[in-house]
């Protein structure tokens, strides 16, 4: 059975966390979270691609840009697949974050 309570704290325990990422309590409860949404929802669920978007945004103020990117992917990848279009809210989101990364890494042409 799935633990909804467990996954809604752990993921208020990761946004509570997300201004001390350098000790890495809010990815790993993004973590917990992620397990226990991949399980009562399947990998394409939007939620699932929400919280690799915040695993990603963790990762990289922690400074593992290519971890990030990898996120940033995974994420855009359900929420096109599970929104069905590229004009939601949340898939702009995703993308304006991997252009924000792609100019950090000094790749211009990505951005």
Do not use: C, W
């Amino acid at each position: 059975m799935v633990d909804y309570g467990q996954a809604l704290e752990d993921y208020e325990k990761s946004d509570t966390f997300g201004g001390t990422v350098g000790n890495g309590q809010a990815l790993e409860h993004y973590r917990k979270a992620l397990a226990i949404r991949l399980k009562a929802h399947g990998p394409e669920h939007p939620s699932v691609g929400n919280t690799y978007n915040n695993m990603a945004n963790v990762l990289e103020t922690q400074g593992k840009l290519p971890e990030a990117m990898e996120m940033y992917e995974k994420a855009l990848r359900i929420e096109v697949k599970a929104l069905g279009t590229e004009e939601h809210a949340s898939v702009g989101d995703t993308k304006y974050n991997m252009a924000l990364l792609s100019e950090e890494q000094g790749d211009r042409e990505r951005a």
